[in-house]
């Protein structure tokens, strides 16, 4: 937005039509800066410090982030799909996909759950836990849904 000395007497010198002109073209550049000035003041949920969405279809768990600090930390479950899942937040060192026991997800170190009545079809819920740092998986454990491919990883640092 800078401009040269001279540039700015011409647009006094041609009157307050042309100055406000020059003046709003000289504003506008200076209220976007570089950057996401846009996404800072939006109010989707995603942007809050602490809050993972967690979107559940078949038979996928997409997480809009894949770590979160230490605290609290709110999962804003949906489920988006077309029959019921759940949401099993799992501490373990081994990866999301490495839990299978038998025909299920084994469930040692479960730290919360959010089951499949509370995630019925289109329902959306918040499952807010106090995490500490590591490794944890986060799963549906309905009847074969761990196994079509219902987890993902996510860390605590
Ligand atoms: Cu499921």
């Given at each position: 937005m800078r401009r040269p000395y001279g540039f700015s007497l011409l647009c006094l010198a041609l009157g307050a039509t042309v100055m406000s002109g020059c003046g709003s073209d000289a504003s506008s550049s200076a209220a976007v800066p570089p950057g996401t000035s846009a996404e800072t003041g939006a109010t989707t949920a995603g942007s809050t410090p602490g809050t993972v969405q967690v979107a559940l279809t078949e038979y996928k768990i997409a997480a809009s982030a894949a770590t979160a600090p230490a605290g609290r930390v709110t999962f804003d479950a949906s489920n988006d799909g077309v029959i019921p899942h759940e949401l099993v937040v799992v501490k373990t060192d081994a990866t999301a996909a490495g839990l299978l026991k038998g025909s299920k997800?084994?469930?040692?170190?479960?730290?919360g759950e959010l089951d499949e009545r509370a995630l019925a079809v289109k329902a959306t819920k918040t499952l807010t836990l106090d995490l500490k740092p590591g490794h944890y998986a986060l799963i549906c454990n309905l009847p074969g849904h761990y196994q079509g491919g219902m987890h993902t990883d996510f860390t605590v640092t």
């Open positions: 997800a084994d469930e040692t170190g479960n730290v």
